[in-house]
């Protein structure tokens, strides 16, 4: 049997190493974090190679004094936590100790350091883990960490680095990650000698539009909640017709730090399942403000999950939070602008403002004060209609300018939502039909019918059997009895055949009322009058979540004034 033995030092650093390096974007993270918890105002990270060459981390933080260069490289020394109580209630991005020496020991790490109150900096290199003495050495205050060679001492490990380009895409994501959370720290990306990113201390809703585009920020609704003095959440949530195929813009800080946690990400799913549908992925960035005693960052080396005290009330706390702010009729919503010649920002028409944060890494988004509006347009925003284009879009006049409605795509969000009250309360109120609807179906539909007839009379549906293989619909819920009552019936018996009764009215039920109100709702080339016009602009007016149908796309458009403007060329 072989003897037990303690391992050596470096070998239990590179073993570290195996977790909280686990390629150069985990160094850039360290480093970076590391940048913040000296106060830095301002930081650049030089890469080559995608980092696998080096990552060069530079920053006019508090610096490290020369008499604790070596300090900083040995495993388990931080200058962040001292006892229990610190590490219960820690507040700064590291604080484990471990993370510059277990860079150096699968590297060529130098670090030069100066104070403030220093006459001069101080440098001191490390190979491979082992450490030299320190030096006299020339910066400002501040620190610079440069790393080379990741893993040239553990070639097996570096076999499973990936391209350049994978490698830096790596990086670049974690830079994007810590901006978010520090738009009052500028910063400025580098890679193989050419500026990547180039970041000037901004506001929050500005450094969002520099790192993820400016048509989130548009389509988006600032959030700002808080709860019981401990809980407190701020950001913005993108609208439907910002959603994405993938989950590659969704952002959620707690503390100010990047995380990925169960509890978050269910509540924000939760509160999109009634805007989106499918596949379709949600787009945020949200900042969650805890107690720090009530979450526990030190579950993993990496730190990027964390395990709240209370995750029910967290979760509830989050999901209503952002519920409320996603529930906005059309009026309240984020107007989905259409772009004339040059892009153009929400902002420049008075309709939101996002204003910085007042906590250093709780970006705050804040609705910006209406504009004077006279009586009329403060009770109707959406306008007056004005026409019908090719029975399918309503077009309407506002104060700023034109007002374009997909009739059909908002009538349908209107149907569903009033779906979804009726059934809150018990049922949805049925209407008879005075002449019974007939159509053909299997028999498996007709075995359907009959077996959940409760379920389907709760839905506000009357079905029965017609004759041999023949359904016949008897009444239909009060608010879809004018439209198509058969491709309502059908829609509703192909969920129940795919899905099983008991989950149509569970696990999915927005999906459900969704195929409903899409068959009820008014059609293609249906000529409105105006006074039906202007009842659906005033039913969208009061809707929570007509901005967008039930499918995720934008009910209205606004083309503004200024618009129009550019397209006659006025003023030139």
């Not at 499918?551 to 403007?565: K, N, S």
Request: proline share 5%.
């Amino acid at each position: 049997m072989t003897a037990i033995r303690v391992l050596p030092d470096l070998l239990i650093s590179q073993i570290a190493a195996g977790e909280v390096v686990e390629r150069p974007a985990s160094v850039l993270k360290e480093l970076l974090e590391n940048s913040l918890d000296a106060g830095a105002r301002a930081v650049t990270v030089a890469l080559e190679e995608g980092g696998t060459r080096r990552v060069h981390v530079e920053d006019d933080g508090a610096g490290i004094e020369a008499a604790e260069l070596a300090l900083a490289l040995a495993r388990h020394a931080t200058s962040k936590i001292a006892s229990l109580p610190d590490l219960e209630a820690v507040s700064t991005m590291g604080f484990r100790g471990e993370a510059l020496a277990s860079i150096a020991s699968v590297s060529r790490l130098s670090l030069v350091s100066r104070t403030a109150r220093a006459p001069h900096a101080s440098s001191i290199s490390a190979e491979g883990g082992r450490v030299g003495e320190p030096r006299p050495a020339a910066r400002s205050p501040g620190t610079t960490v440069a790393v080379e060679d990741l893993y040239f001492n553990t070639p097996a490990r570096r076999k499973f680095l990936r391209s350049e380009a994978t490698e830096f895409g790596h990086c670049d994501e974690v830079f994007t990650r810590v901006a978010l959370a520090r738009p009052e720290v500028a910063f400025v990306l580098k890679h193989n000698g050419r500026v990547s990113r180039h970041l000037r201390v901004q506001d929050a809703a500005e450094r969002v539009a520099a790192l993820l585009g400016s048509e989130l920020v548009e389509a988006a609704v600032p959030v700002e909640a808080a709860a019981s003095g401990t809980l407190h959440l701020t950001g913005l949530a993108g609208g439907p017709n910002v959603a994405r195929t993938r989950a590659d813009a969704q952002y959620f800080f707690v503390n100010g730090r990047f995380v990925r946690d169960r509890v978050l990400s269910h509540a924000a799913r939760e509160a999109y399942a009634e805007l989106l549908h499918g596949e379709r992925q949600p787009a945020y960035v949200l900042f969650l403000q805890i107690d720090p005693r009530l979450v526990d960052v030190n579950v993993h080396p990496a730190k990027i999950e964390v395990r709240f005290r209370d995750p029910g009330a967290v979760h509830q706390f989050v999901l209503h939070a952002l519920q409320r702010a996603l529930s906005g009729g059309a009026a309240e919503a984020p107007v989905a602008y259409a772009r004339v010649a040059t892009q153009h920002a929400v902002a420049s028409q008075g309709t939101f403002s996002l204003a910085q944060s007042v906590a250093s890494y709780q970006p705050s988004f804040q609705r910006s004060e209406p504009e004077q509006r006279t009586p009329q347009d403060a009770e109707n925003p959406l306008g007056y209609a004005l026409a019908q284009l090719h029975g399918i879009y309503v077009l309407a006049q506002n104060r700023e300018g034109l007002v374009l409605v997909d009739m059909h795509a908002a009538h349908e969000r209107i149907l569903m939502e009033k779906l979804k009250k009726s059934l809150d309360v018990g049922g949805v109120q049925r209407q008879a039909l005075l002449v019974p609807a007939a159509f053909r179906a299997e028999a498996l539909e007709v075995a359907l019918a009959e077996e959940n007839r409760e379920v389907i009379e709760r839905l506000g549906l009357e079905l029965s059997v017609a004759g041999p293989g023949e359904l016949a619909v008897r009444a239909a819920p009060a608010p879809l009895a004018g439209g198509d009552v058969v491709g309502l019936a059908r829609g509703v018996l192909a969920e129940m055949r795919e899905y099983g009764a008991s989950r149509v009215l569970a696990d999915r039920q927005n999906e459900l009322l969704a195929t409903m109100a899409c068959h009820a709702a008014v059609r293609a080339n249906r000529s409105l009058t105006p006074a039906e016009m202007n009842a659906l602009l005033r039913e969208m007016e009061e809707t929570e979540r007509s901005g967008s149908c039930n499918h995720g796309r934008p009910t209205w458009y606004q083309l503004t004034l200024a618009d129009l403007d550019k397209l006659f060329l006025r003023g030139r």
